[in-house]
């Protein structure tokens, strides 16, 4: 039986010799930092910078990114900026040890108050975002650890403590010898071809509403609550908008209704993010009602095509809350992972739901010789604030992975892994690892297929001992939401097919979108078109690993290509803002980091040295 979790009472290494009775107890400080960092963490980066957020890739905004704008305003805040080492840490020991252990509405109180005043979001989302999370927030603290030493180097720097929550970790691979690579060989003419839709990111807003501002000042409009526009501006868009709004369910029972031009598909993939943005204010019954009314429309106008889906990080409330499943009790994700195998039950088998149920992935084989892997790439994800208490391969996951594929490397099968947050823009540990699981199985699997960011990339993968044999390539297609400034778009690959011997390898790929230009004009009607192939529109010889990493390259030094992919890139609809080279550079190394925080992987992209400022602009989603 795979392992599904790690001790209830296990947190992170820390230093020191602190007990199990010094984390129990919570200063009010303290817990005010941590939530009001939990919060920056949760909500929009265009929030946290307070600025309007674009089309266009914005920095990498991870965990250290984020806390060098915050610390600043903090230590402001709080009156720290004189602190001395010695000081800070005689004080946060005498909190964590003086202080009696305050309501949970009374951190909510204060965190509203901290939310405010570093303008985090406007005062009612703050409001609204605090009420949501202080709960789960709270119940995170007094299972995590931070000690005086940690709290002191998070607000001094590294001089004063060591903060490292997220700290390195392996997993273990099998002793059976890897083979010999094996590329996978053309498939015969007139051999079987398999068409598979792809849907990532419907992001269904339910309080849509036509008319209404899409550039108010919430994270999210076009909805009820945006009020209208100036009258010098005209107001949301009947089938979607070119702003931060997503999508009214008319749009995707329009997408599903016009596949047929685009199939017929033999089976699915989905992976994930349903509900809209509006996550300040989400219940249960929001993403549960979300989940079933999205469901029952896929399977309204698929009908027997098989589908396969991912759990997305917005699935959950509060967002990218995801819990290791030996959190039991009200604060499990047992409510949604219960709630989708019931809706899922005609799609996956008894096997497959026996995991969804407990953590939200599971294997099954679609047909002979293939077997597809569903990841809940949520247990990698910076943002999920669970893994705060052990981010050591959440729920066994990885671990379980690892005994799929040599399980179908024994059977002489080939593996598809889908999944919704791609693997580069993971927490680092969880990343690596994932990198040198794909190395070793480069002659098992077949096909990665992600989405999250809304944009159409890539990434590819190389042998770790040089970094320079391409053996796989992530794809990370759009989404269908329009969040944000982006046309609604899907995809579907072309893949070999089902026969003995296949390879079930990507073929090709094409993209469809509806322009919103077009289809917001006085009585049009929505149309369906594809935008573009994959291997004619960038001229592939195929649509292995080596032609994508070939592609990188080409576009370095071609600019035209490059704007041809920069315009596909947003589905058609690109900033106004021109791309010039940084801005190429930092795009082209995205699509070579396949693991995350690796700046040997672009090393190559910027010969004269200036690697490490492109790799700190990595484009990354703002909030998908």
Same mark, same amino acid.
């Given at each position: ?12 290494? *820390? ?9 129990? +107890? ?15 963490? =949760? ?17 990498? $905004? ?10 600043? $305003? ?8 004189n602190l001395t080492c010695p000081v800070c840490k005689g004080l946060f020991t005498a909190i964590d040890f003086g202080l009696k252990e305050p309501s949970v509405a009374w951190m909510g109180s204060m965190a509203t108050k901290l939310c405010k005043l570093l303008k985090i979001a406007p005062p009612t989302v703050c409001q609204s975002a605090v009420q949501l999370f202080e709960d789960d927030m709270v119940e995170v603290w ?11 180097? &998070? ?39 398999? @068409? ?21 000042? #919430? ?21 979607? !908008? %070119? ?6 369910? +008319?749009?995707?029972?329009?997408? &599903? ?18 509900? =809209? ?6 219940? *249960? ?70 995991? &969804? ?9 679609? @047909?002979?010789?293939? *077997? ?5 790439? #949520?247990?990698?994800? +910076? ?9 050591t391969d959440p729920a066994g996951q990885l671990q379980w992975l690892v005994g799929e594929l040599q399980a179908a490397e024994d059977r002489g099968d080939k593996v598809h892994i889908i999944g919704h947050i791609p693997p580069g823009h993971c927490l680092k540990s969880w990343s690596w690892n994932y990198y040198r699981i794909v190395a070793r199985y480069e002659n098992t699997l077949a096909g990665q297929f992600f989405g999250?960011?809304?944009?159409? !990339? ?40 089902? %026969? ?7 073929? /090709? ?8 230009? $077009? ?9 369906? $078109? ?5 291997? !004619? ?15 990188? %390259?080409?576009?370095?030094? /071609?600019?035209q290509l490059f704007q041809t992919f920069w315009f596909l890139y947003h589905k058609g609809h690109p900033p106004s803002e021109p791309c010039g080279m940084p801005c190429r550079l930092t795009t082209l190394c995205a699509q070579l980091s396949a693991r995350s925080d690796s700046p040997a992987l672009c090393r190559h992209l910027v010969p004269d040295g200036g690697l490490p400022d492109v790799q700190s602009l990595q484009p ?5």
């Open positions: 039986m795979p392992r599904h979790g790690v001790s209830p009472g296990q947190g992170h290494p *820390r230093s020191g010799g602190e007990t199990e009775s010094d984390r129990s +107890r919570g200063s009010p400080r303290l817990r005010l930092l941590w939530i009001g960092l939990a919060l920056a963490l =949760a909500l929009p980066d265009s929030l946290v910078l307070w600025a309007p957020a674009g089309a266009h890739p914005l920095p990498s $905004q991870s965990h250290p990114a984020r806390f060098g704008r915050l610390v600043p $305003q903090l230590r402001n805040a709080f009156g720290w900026w007094t299972r995590s650890v931070l000690s005086p030493s940690e709290a002191c180097g &998070l607000l001094l720097g590294n001089t004063c403590g060591h903060w490292d929550i997220f700290s390195s970790w392996n997993i273990s691979l099998p002793a059976v010898p890897k083979p010999s690579p094996q590329p996978p060989k053309p498939p015969a003419p007139g051999a079987p071809v398999s @068409r598979i839709l792809f849907l990532t990111d419907l992001h269904w807003d339910h309080d849509y509403l036509e008319g209404t501002d899409p550039d108010c000042e #919430n994270p999210l409009c076009c909805r009820q609550d945006s009020g209208l526009p100036p009258t010098s501006r005209p107001g949301a868009g009947y089938w979607g !908008e %070119y702003s931060k709004c997503d999508l009214p369910l +008319r749009t995707l029972e329009s997408l &599903l209704s016009g596949l047929g031009p685009a199939g017929p598909f033999d089976m699915v993939y989905w992976t994930g993010d349903i509900p =809209a943005h509006n996550v300040w204010h989400q219940s *249960r019954q929001d993403q549960l009602r979300a989940l079933t009314t999205v469901t029952a429309l896929v399977k309204k106008f698929l009908g027997p095509v098989p589908v396969y889906p991912a759990v997305g990080n917005h699935e959950s409330t509060p967002v990218n809350g995801f819990p290791p499943p030996f959190i039991e009790g009200n604060y499990s994700s047992s409510w949604l992972y219960g709630a989708m195998a019931k809706v899922w039950e005609s799609w996956l088998p008894a096997e497959a739901l026996h995991t &969804l149920r407990i953590g939200g992935f599971y294997a099954l084989s679609p @047909r002979p010789g293939l *077997r597809l892997i569903s990841l809940n790439m #949520n247990f990698c994800s +910076r943002e999920n604030f669970w893994l705060l208490i052990n981010s999250h960011t809304h944009v159409d !990339e890539f990434e590819v993968f190389y042998d770790e001992e040089t970094l320079s044999r391409p053996l796989s390539v992530a794809f990370l297609a759009p989404s269908a939401t329009t969040y944000i400034s982006l046309n609604p778009g899907y995809r579907v690959y072309q893949i070999d097919g089902n %026969y003995p011997g296949s390879s079930h390898v990507v073929l /090709d790929h094409e993209t469809y979108i509806l322009n919103l230009t $077009q289809a917001n004009e006085p009585g049009a009607t929505p149309h369906w $078109q594809r935008l573009y192939r994959a291997r !004619e529109t960038y001229g592939l010889p195929n649509a292995l690993p080596a032609a994508w990493h070939d592609l990188v %390259y080409r576009m370095r030094g /071609d600019t990354r989603p703002p909030f998908c």
